[in-house]
């Protein structure tokens, strides 16, 4: 007869999502899972197969929050420049005030185990997709309304904004104040007063 699990699932893969995101996936060991979900070694095994299977659960649950996040706020009323803005500085927001500066699970995930962790290249590619998804049903939107020229290439433009979500993370993550990284955004969003090429 299989025994009944004696501990929260979700609240495990939180524990853990927290850990790999301050240490990444590298420096943290078993033993670091072990102390931060209280949960022993065998029985973290016996859930989630191996320390990858931790490490996938935690970043799909982080990716999900994160991405999930964006998503709503790119789908609310308002002009899309105004809507972008908010986005890219609430992420400035969530970044310099973090006294860690963890950056982006994602992003943080991107450079450490990709191309080597398959896995992981699914949750984050996933992430992505679905991100650029969003930017580019809110740029579909303005183009519509006639906020945006009537052939500009949403495809692009959403693909340009999504790499530079990447690059404030990573500058943030690196030590870029809120006035640094405010001022990328902006110059950012100034490609949608481009003509077209």
């Given at each position: 007869m299989?025994r009944t699990r004696?501990?929260d699932?979700?609240?495990?893969?939180?524990a853990a999502?927290q850990v790999f995101?301050s240490r990444?996936?590298?420096a943290?060991?078993i033993q670091?899972?072990?102390?931060?979900?209280?949960i022993g070694?065998?029985?973290?095994y016996a859930a989630f197969?191996?320390?990858?299977g931790?490490?996938?659960?935690?970043?799909?649950r982080?990716a999900?929050?994160?991405v999930?996040g964006?998503a709503?706020?790119?789908?609310?009323d308002?002009p899309?420049r105004?809507?972008?803005?908010n986005?890219l500085?609430g992420?400035?927001?969530?970044t310099?005030t973090d006294?860690?500066?963890?950056?982006c699970?994602?992003?943080?995930?991107?450079v450490?185990?990709?191309?080597?962790?398959?896995?992981?290249?699914?949750?984050?590619?996933g992430a992505?997709?679905?991100?650029?998804d969003?930017?580019?049903a809110?740029?579909r939107?303005?183009r519509?309304r006639?906020?945006?020229?009537?052939?500009?290439?949403v495809?692009?433009?959403?693909?340009?904004l999504?790499?530079?979500?990447?690059?404030?993370?990573?500058?943030?993550?690196?030590?870029a104040?809120r006035?640094r990284?405010?001022?990328?955004?902006d110059t950012?969003?100034r490609?949608?007063?481009a003509?077209?090429?």
């Open positions: 299989a004696e501990f699932t979700d609240a495990a893969v939180e999502m995101w990444g996936y590298e943290t060991s670091d899972l072990v102390e931060a979900t209280g070694r065998g029985s973290l197969g191996s320390k990858d931790l490490y996938e659960a935690a970043l799909a982080y999900e929050r994160s999930g964006a709503e706020r790119l789908d609310r308002g899309v105004a809507v972008l803005r986005l500085v992420m400035v927001e969530e310099v006294p860690a500066r963890r950056g699970l994602i992003t943080n995930t991107a450490e185990r990709l191309p080597r962790d398959p896995a992981a290249g699914r949750v984050v590619g992505l997709d679905r991100l650029t969003a930017v580019t809110a740029l939107r303005g519509a006639g906020e945006l020229p009537p052939d500009a290439d495809a692009a433009l959403a693909d340009f999504v790499t530079t979500v990447q690059g404030l993370r990573v500058q943030g993550k690196a030590g104040d006035r990284l405010t001022t990328v955004v950012a969003l490609v949608l007063d003509p077209p090429a």
